[in-house]
């Protein structure tokens, strides 16, 4: 795995830094090609993170017009939902720049159920990113990391981690916590992004990223799975 690690002081100056990453490889992107495609994951630890997303001005200002904002996974719930991942970016960050509203693709949650909306995204993401018969070309996916090792919503033994052509899939809510369903990349679709970003905190989480990271014990851990071709960073807020 290739991967660095950056040990910050505390969940701010992480998310400063995650957020000043993402800056800047969004300004080469739009440098070179005209766009930055990022996926984005929820839970209670981006939230810094995203504010800080949102605060980005000055030299090092990001494009958001030439930016496009999809997620890692999201629970199977409305919009308006306090579970959900989008309303958790729409409110901490979407919400504060200036974003075109078509440059912003949200799971469609209001598909009849997980199933179809993990379908319906899949479509979503090729309309946007190009039908091709590989997988999604994301800049830049940022991860979190579950006290289990799952990641995105690929948790350790679900099928879902089995999956070698589909871009998206269901998972179904056994097991979890909140017990809702979700909709997820699927770890070749990860795999394909050019770098993956993981920002975690808490002191079993950052006990577990060493493991990871070592290489001990975590073959089956989905977050040990996770490789994409340009590397990945662990940001971990101490």
Not at 192 to 220: D, M, V
């Amino acid at each position: 795995m290739s991967a660095t690690v950056q040990l910050l002081t505390g969940l701010e100056e992480a998310s400063r830094f995650a957020a000043d990453y993402t800056a800047k490889l969004a300004r080469q992107a739009v440098q070179d090609r005209g766009v930055f495609y990022l996926a984005v994951s929820g839970g209670a630890t981006p939230r810094r993170y995203f504010e800080m997303l949102a605060a980005q001005s000055g030299a090092g200002a990001i494009a958001w017009d030439k930016c496009h904002i999809f997620w890692a996974d999201e629970r199977f719930v409305p919009h308006d939902d306090a579970l959900s991942n989008y309303l958790l970016a729409k409110q901490a960050w979407l919400a504060r720049i200036a974003i075109p509203a078509a440059n912003i693709h949200p799971v469609p949650t209001n598909e009849p159920d997980p199933q179809a909306a993990a379908e319906a995204y899949e479509t979503l993401l090729r309309q946007v990113m190009g039908a091709g018969g590989d997988f999604p070309r994301f800049d830049l996916v940022h991860l979190g990391l579950g006290s289990d090792g799952h990641t995105a919503s690929l948790f350790p033994g679900d099928p879902a981690l089995l999956e070698k052509t589909r871009w998206t899939a269901s998972v179904p809510m056994a097991g979890l916590k909140p017990k809702v369903p979700r909709i997820t990349l699927t770890l070749p679709a990860l795999n394909a992004a050019e770098r993956a970003l993981f920002l975690i905190s808490g002191e079993y989480k950052i006990a577990l990223a060493e493991r990871i990271l070592s290489g001990r014990e975590t073959a089956s851990l989905p977050a040990a799975m996770v490789a994409p071709k340009g590397g990945t960073v662990w940001v971990v807020a101490q």
